[in-house]
């Protein structure tokens, strides 16, 4: 597969720059989601020695035998919450109807400021390894920082006041996952992918992917496949159908998957990616931007609650009969 060219977005002008600066900036951000709905961002302001030692800790975590990380899965799957075995989603169900199961595993972190305060669901937190819980905390932290960061250069994007979102994304729903792509010892069953294609479901996706084979693939308006290329210190920024709403699809929500390595390699192909899938206060009414809609061009979609919005294409895209079980 050829590569898309997905825009390198430097960031240092928006961080540090003046007011001309950082329109600069957010101009080629959204000139990028107008075309692809992807970009990548560097100098984004991410402690890069954190971002490893999430890595590190997490990949440990999905060493462990099976049994020992089902002592950390909900009860009840459906709450998304904890360690998800494989076999527990088919994303692209969410789309075609019944697909077969992907072949990842994760491990999911939700509502971690509302946990914190006292209001929200519990997560469960892995014991092992002892770094976990603080390497999440303050990963989720940076994310945080982040988040409100992009929607600020967001809103200048989109013709809007910079502190347009900022209510909204105050507390956001901010859903950490890191995915586990395990070696493939069996030839996958016809049709099964890492992760099915899919379009994200809510605001923006905050992607840091390593090298392993086995990757990020894009789909152009011409229904052909492009591998997405591996920035150092970089993070793959990309549009979900909420914020796609939100926009009056000026933004685009493309579709997406991880493809599985090739039978012939030899060595590992384990893969593990860390995605932060964020979007407004679950109590926000997403309605057309005022800079997204005019007579010529109407309003495309009514209004939607944010989270009962993605509740329902998560739910859509459980497989409650995991492997296994």
Request: glycine residues 8%.
């Amino acid at each position: 597969m050829t590569s898309l060219h997905i825009p390198v977005i430097d960031m240092t002008g928006f961080i540090h720059g003046d007011a001309a600066a950082r329109r600069q900036v957010a101009r080629r951000f959204g000139e990028a989601f107008e075309r692809t709905g992807f970009c990548t961002i560097v100098n984004h302001g991410v402690d890069d020695a954190l971002v490893t030692s999430v890595y590190d800790s997490a990949k440990a975590f999905f060493q462990f035998a099976r049994d020992q990380k089902m002592a950390w899965a909900s009860p009840d799957l459906k709450q998304r919450r904890g360690y998800l075995p494989m076999g527990v989603e088919s994303v692209a169900a969410t789309l075609h109807g019944e697909t077969p199961p992907d072949l990842c595993e994760a491990l999911v972190f939700v509502a971690l400021q509302s946990e914190r305060n006292g209001t929200g669901s519990r997560n469960f937190w892995p014991t092992q390894p002892a770094s976990l819980t603080t390497d999440i905390n303050r990963y989720f932290d940076a994310m945080l920082a982040l988040t409100r960061r992009l929607m600020r250069m967001s809103a200048l994007a989109l013709d809007l006041d910079e502190d347009h979102f900022d209510s909204g994304f105050e507390e956001p729903a901010l859903t950490l996952r890191f995915v586990n792509y395990p070696d493939q010892e069996q030839a996958p069953q016809a049709g099964q992918l890492r992760y099915g294609a899919h379009h994200d479901y809510g605001g923006l996706t905050i992607l840091r992917q390593d090298t392993a084979p086995g990757g990020l693939q894009i789909c152009d308006q011409d229904g052909q496949w492009h591998d997405a290329p591996t920035t150092g210190k970089s993070f793959v920024i990309n549009v979900g159908d909420l914020m796609a709403r939100w926009t009056n699809d000026r933004w685009k929500s493309t579709l997406h998957r991880v493809i599985n390595p090739s039978r012939a390699l030899t060595g590992s192909t384990q893969r593990l990616s860390m995605v932060a899938f964020t979007g407004p206060r679950d109590d926000t009414t997403v309605d057309c931007l005022p800079s997204c809609w005019s007579d010529s061009q109407p309003k495309k979609y009514t209004p939607v609650s944010a989270g009962d919005y993605v509740r329902q294409k998560l739910l859509a895209s459980m497989n409650l009969t995991p492997a296994g079980k």
